[in-house]
């Protein structure tokens, strides 16, 4: 279901997409925590911003579900052409909180969101349904007051957690043409790395650097090479999981108050560059 998801995006948008996977999942290595998500997206960001020369505001991120929480966190700390953030939540311990009350008190504080948005810099769209029985509304509504940028909230009456939402045009689709002004057309290619497609170098732990003299990240070098979403031909913006430019000192997880999976999307801007845009978590 990503896969196609991904492609659908590619051909409906006119973007390059990649997908970055959890640690400990597919073939990207290593055990799933908050801070093992957070340095997948940071060290995805970083691919896209150094090794495929993609300029941040040329990015979009998408995520969804727990993985807005990554993408929160990326939001928080640089300025993108935009966010999308699909059926997001408070944090964790507000989603235990939901359950069990004040019991939840006991529950770390994982993916913090609600601290993270008012310092989000980019445009950002939410789309969070009513009948969603397992993350509530009130967390996408009360994240949507929390901004303090241009933002947009689609709340579709009838759209529960897990509904796929390009079954109606109006939950995700036309939203995204009208917020993001899209497609932005432009004919520059991608060139993508022949050992970023190395699974055999991945799955043995080796480390290859993006450019002589970089210090480049094993972790997120296999997260962005189990990524097999990427295209290389022509569409003006591309979606990408998260990565970080080499220049960009990736920050610490604070304590794992913030992670989650992301998607990373990019677009030429009018000079002709690739832009990004967000990325969403499935």
């Known amino acids: ?13 006119h973007l390059h997409v990649l997908a970055v996977e959890y640690p400990g999942y597919g073939i990207c290595r290593g055990v799933p925590s908050c801070e093992s998500v957070i340095e997948n997206a940071l060290s995805a960001l970083h691919f896209a911003t150094d090794t495929l020369d993609w300029p941040l505001d040329s990015i979009k991120i998408f995520g969804r579900s727990i993985g807005t929480g990554p993408a929160v966190h990326l939001a928080s700390l640089y300025t993108f052409a935009g966010v999308i953030l ?30 993270l948005a008012p310092q989000i810099s980019s445009p950002t769209l939410i789309v969070h349904g009513k009948r969603d029985d397992l993350i509530s509304c009130r967390h996408g509504e009360e994240l949507y007051r929390l901004l303090r940028v241009r933002k ?3 709340s579709p009456e009838d759209m529960e957690h897990n509904t796929n939402l390009l079954t109606n045009l109006g939950y995700f689709v036309v939203p995204m043409f ?6 932005d057309y432009a004919f520059d290619e991608i060139r993508v790395p ?57 920050p610490p997880a604070k304590g794992c108050q913030q992670a989650a999976s992301t998607d990373i999307a990019l677009h030429p801007d009018s000079s002709g560059r690739a832009a990004a845009t967000a990325p969403e978590l499935v």
């Open 178 to 183: 009208q917020f993001f002004s899209l497609p």
């Open 194 to 250: 022949s050992w970023a497609y190395d699974r055999a170098r991945f799955l043995h732990g080796a480390i290859i650097d993006s450019k002589p003299g970089a210090v480049a990240s094993n972790t997120g070098q296999r997260a962005a090479s189990a990524s097999a979403v990427l295209r290389t031909t022509k569409p003006t913006e591309a979606i990408l999981g998260d990565t970080l430019p080499l220049e960009m000192p990736a």
């Open 1 to 13: 279901r990503c896969r196609s998801f991904c492609v659908y995006l590619r051909e409906q948008f």
């Open 152 to 154: 947009l909230m689609v």
């Open 86 to 115: 699909v059926t997001p939540f408070l944090s964790v311990r507000e989603l235990f909180r939901d359950r069990v009350g004040p019991f939840a008190g006991l529950v770390d504080k994982w993916f913090s969101n609600e601290e």
